[in-house]
């Protein structure tokens, strides 16, 4: 079994920070990519980014980009995505995810999930 885990969401103001943490526990395996998403009311699932194993390779949403900021511990099992500039519109229910290709922006690339954390930004 393999679990996902992520923290770290709540509320900020436009133009405040947050900074989410994934961790992934369970089965043990290595050179597996991590990736976040975003989903609101009534909408799919929306690719935000993906980071490979080694953490050397990011991948970003164009409207994420410059803003957010992917990075990964492997030895700790542990992802992060930092949120900065955030805007009324990035408010969403933010996924972890674990899969295999961190160039890949579609979740059926992604095998395993969090229960996500949500995120609410005020103007």
């Known amino acids: 079994q393999v679990q996902v885990a992520e923290s770290g969401g709540g509320s900020a103001q436009a133009g405040g920070s947050l900074r989410l943490t994934c961790v992934k526990s369970?089965?043990?395996?290595?050179?597996?990519?991590m990736g976040w998403f975003s989903q609101v009311p009534g909408k799919e699932r929306e690719f935000v980014a993906a980071?490979?194993?080694?953490?050397?390779?990011?991948t970003y949403a164009d409207y994420v980009k410059d803003r957010f900021t992917i990075s990964r511990d492997p030895a700790k099992n542990t992802g992060y995505l930092q949120l900065d500039s955030l805007q009324p519109e990035d408010t969403a229910v933010y996924y972890c995810?674990?899969?295999?290709?961190?160039?890949?922006?579609?979740?059926?690339?992604?095998?395993?999930w969090g229960q996500g954390t949500q995120v609410t930004v005020s103007s």
């Open positions: 995810a674990v899969g295999w290709d961190h160039r890949s922006t579609s979740p059926r690339s992604y095998n395993y």
């Open positions: 369970g089965r043990t395996f290595i050179n597996y990519a």
């Open positions: 980071i490979s194993w080694s953490g050397d390779s990011t």
